[in-house]
């Protein structure tokens, strides 16, 4: 996945799990269960995954957004959909 996107010319960030999880749950060394417990609460999600290691990505999704200096509420107030319309050009043709 990190070559086709360097390929692609996509930029292509790298975080510390310490990282990731001072981001989400404000403790590096935070376990999984507390960094998926923030998680929750910060995208107001209901359901919880079988496996804790299904929620990685989300969390580090989550932390990159975090890094970007942009406040959590404002990816919160229309969701993803919203995210999209307001950046089209930070989708990969063909991506989707």
Request: contains cysteine; hydrophobic residues 40%; proline residues 5%.
């Amino acid at each position: 996945a990190i070559a086709a996107a360097m390929n692609s010319g996509l930029p292509v960030m790298e975080y510390s799990p310490r990282k990731v999880k001072q981001s989400i749950a404000g403790n590096g060394n935070a376990t999984k269960l507390q960094v998926w417990l923030m998680l929750r609460r910060i995208l107001s999600l209901q359901e919880t995954p079988e496996y804790l290691d299904a929620s990685d990505a989300l969390a580090v999704a989550t932390c990159h957004f975090f890094q970007q200096g942009k406040p959590a509420s404002s990816f919160q107030k229309g969701g993803w959909k919203e995210y999209i319309r307001k950046n089209p050009g930070k989708l990969a043709r063909g991506s989707i």
